[in-house]
C-alpha cells in the first residue's frame, strides 16, 4: 500500500509540474514526510526532482529566457549552503510553518491583485537585484527542502514572460538548483542506499507523468494557468500547515 500511494502522488505530482511549470516537491515532500516518516522524503524528490527537470528541459530548453536565469542561478549558488545549514542544524516543522505560511500570503496578494486587475500591462519590471534575492532565496528552500519553485513562481508570474516561458524558466532553474542541492546533500550529508532505490522505483512513473503534464499543458489557456497556480501555492500552504 505504501508502494502505491508513493507511485500515484509521484505520478500526480509530476503531471502537476509538467504542465504549469513547478508543484513536484510541494506535493510530494508534505505526503512523501507521513508516509516514510522521515527527512529522506527530500533526498528523494531532489533525485526524482533531477531526472525530471532534466527530461523536461530538452522540449523547452528553446524558449527559457536565459538572461533572467543568469541572475537566478547566481542567487541559488549563494543560498544553497545556506539551505544544506538548515537542513541539518534548524526543525523541519518549524521551517514548513514558516514557508507555509508565506506561500499563503502571497498567494492571497496575487490572487487579490489580479481580481483588482492591478497588474500593469507591462508586468513587473526586471530587476537584476531582485532576481539575485529571488534565487538566494530559492536555493535555500531548494536545498534545504527540496523546494526551489514556490518564491521563483511568484516572482515569474508577475511578469511578462508567457505561459510557456514561465514554464522554461522553471524546468531551465530546477536542473541548476535540484543538481547542486543533490551534489551538496551527496558531499555534505550523505545518502543512503535505500534512498537511491526508493528514488529510482519512482523516477519512471514520474517521467510518465512529466509526459501527461505536457499534453495537459497545450490546453490550459493564459489566465487559467495563473489560476491554477494561485490554487496549488494556497491549498499546498494549507496541506503543509495541517501536516505539521
Known sequence: ????????????AASVQSATGFGFALIVVPVFLIL???????????????????????????IAPYHLLRWLSIGGIAGFPVGILIYNMLDLGAIKMAVAIFI???????????????????GQKE????????????GILGAAMAMPGPVLMLYL??????????????????VFAYTGALVLQILL??????????????IPI??????AGHQIS????????????????????????INL
Do not use: C
Open 104 to 122: 499563503i500570503l502571497i498567494s492571497l496578494q496575487n490572487g487579490w491583485n489580479m481580481i483588482r486587475k492591478n497588474l500593469t500591462p507591462e
Open 36 to 62: 516514510l516518516n522521515s527527512t529522506d522524503a527530500i533526498q528523494i524528490a531532489i533525485i526524482i526532482s533531477v531526472a525530471m527537470s532534466v527530461v523536461h528541459f530538452i522540449k523547452l530548453r528553446n
Open 206 to 211: 514520474s517521467l510518465l507523468g512529466v509526459y
Open 157 to 174: 508570474s508577475r511578469t511578462t514572460l508567457n505561459k510557456n516561458e514561465i514554464r522554461a524558466a522553471m524546468i531551465a532553474f530546477f
Open 1 to 12: 500500500m505504501e508502494i502505491a500511494l508513493l507511485l500515484f502522488i509521484t505520478f500526480i
Open 127 to 138: 530587476s537584476k537585484i531582485l532576481q539575485i534575492i529571488v534565487g538566494v532565496i530559492s
Open 218 to 241: 497545450k490546453k490550459i489557456n493564459e489566465r487559467l494557468f495563473k489560476a491554477l497556480v494561485l490554487v496549488i501555492l494556497i491549498i499546498t500552504g494549507v496541506f503543509m500547515l
Open 189 to 202: 550529508v550523505g545518502i543512503q542506499k535505500e534512498t537511491w532505490i526508493t528514488s529510482a522505483l519512482l
